[in-house]
Every structure is written in structure tokens, then in C-alpha cells.
């Protein structure tokens, strides 16, 4: 079993940084890609960054020269760096892992969500 768990979320004013984190666990032997979605309320899910297992980043025209995505693979934990946040910014972030290699096979998964407020 796979369990994605977020973290780093929180309250933090215009401009502020905040870093998020995404680790999976279980019997993993690879991951695709490890992807960053958000959620404000009334709105749809979006992609906001995503990281390929070859270093190959994507980011949403939104957040791009503010947000930065790494992963550490021997760790199976994602990150996303953001800076100079803006209020637009206020979602659920969820991690998703595509791709996930195990000794069951290959699977997607997603974490639960963690909460950003940014306030004006």
C-alpha cells in the first residue's frame, strides 16, 4: 500500500514563502512523476507544477518565476518551494505520484491535501 502525506502548509501573508512537502510510502520502486495540484473553493483542480523522474519540470503560467518543484527520489518526497505568494494563491494543495512502480504494479496515487492561506 502507497500513502502519499503532505505537510508544510499553513497561514502566511502576501509575499511570504512557504514549502511544501509530499512523502510516499510503501514498497516503491520507482515514481514517474510527482505532481502538485490545487483546489480554491468554487474552482476545479489544476496542476500547478509537476517533476518527471528525468528532472523535467512544468509549471502553471500562474505560479511560474515564483514556485519551484524538486524531488529527492531516496527519499520519495516531493517538494514545492513557494515565494511571493498572493492571495490567489489561497487552495488545497494535493500531491499526486504517477506512475508508482511497486511490487503490485504500476498505480497513481494521491495525498489527502494540505490547506494555504495567503492573506493580504
Known amino acids: 500500500q502507497v500513502q502519499l502525506v503532505e505537510s508544510g502548509g499553513g497561514l502566511v501573508q502576501a509575499g511570504g514563502s512557504l514549502r511544501l512537502s509530499c512523502a510516499a510510502s510503501g514498497s516503491i520502486f520507482s515514481i514517474y512523476a510527482m505532481n502538485w495540484y490545487r483546489q480554491a473553493p468554487g474552482k476545479q483542480r489544476e496542476l500547478v507544477a509537476n517533476i518527471t523522474s528525468g528532472g523535467n519540470t512544468n509549471y502553471a503560467d500562474s505560479v511560474k518565476g515564483r514556485f519551484i518543484i524538486s524531488r529527492d527520489d531516496a527519499k520519495n518526497t516531493a517538494y514545492l518551494q513557494m515565494n511571493s505568494l498572493k492571495p490567489s494563491d489561497t487552495a488545497v494543495y494535493y500531491c499526486?505520484?504517477?506512475?508508482?512502480?511497486?511490487?503490485?504494479?504500476?498505480?497513481?496515487?494521491w495525498g489527502q491535501g494540505t490547506q494555504v492561506t495567503v492573506s493580504s
Open positions: 499526486n505520484a504517477e506512475g508508482v512502480l511497486t511490487t503490485m504494479g504500476g498505480a497513481n496515487y
